[in-house]
């Protein structure tokens, strides 16, 4: 049983799910999900026993990007791996639909004891991918 108060999932309504499963089907498979579903105006991955995400272009949802600065979810951060593995990440977004944010404080746009990569996608929602690091390690 997982525990109490641990994401159980996320749904993300997205305009065009060929673009969405584009995008984060590349970053949701690097990070170790796979596509467990799929249907008319939706997928959902899996990862494990951390819960799913679910992608969906269903006709309930107002078109329109999606705005990390107004009212409503900012970001999402997943652990990464490594340092190593998070700079792979980001240099290898851009092929696939992501671009990278806060370029001139990377990898520390966080702080000098946070370790991550800032992505943003073509429909406006950010990523955060979170390396594991030690703070010995750090700058």
């Known amino acids: 049983m997982a525990e109490k108060g641990a994401l159980h999932h996320l749904e993300l309504w997205v305009d065009d799910l060929d673009v969405a499963e584009a995008e984060w089907g590349w970053l949701l498979g690097q990070l170790g999900y796979e596509c467990t579903d799929r249907w008319r105006h939706g997928q959902s991955w899996t990862h494990g026993s951390a819960g799913y995400v679910v992608l969906e272009a269903g006709p309930d949802r107002k078109p329109g990007r999606h705005d990390r600065l107004r009212a409503g979810m900012n970001h999402v951060a997943f652990r990464a791996g ?54 010995d390690s750090a700058p």
């Open 82 to 135: 490594s340092r190593a593995d998070v700079e792979r990440l980001a240099s290898e977004a851009p092929s696939h639909g992501w671009r990278l944010l806060f370029a001139d404080r990377h990898p520390f746009a966080g702080g000098p004891w946070h370790c991550a990569a800032f992505l943003e996608n073509s429909e406006g929602f950010e990523v955060e991918l979170v390396a594991e690091v030690r703070p």
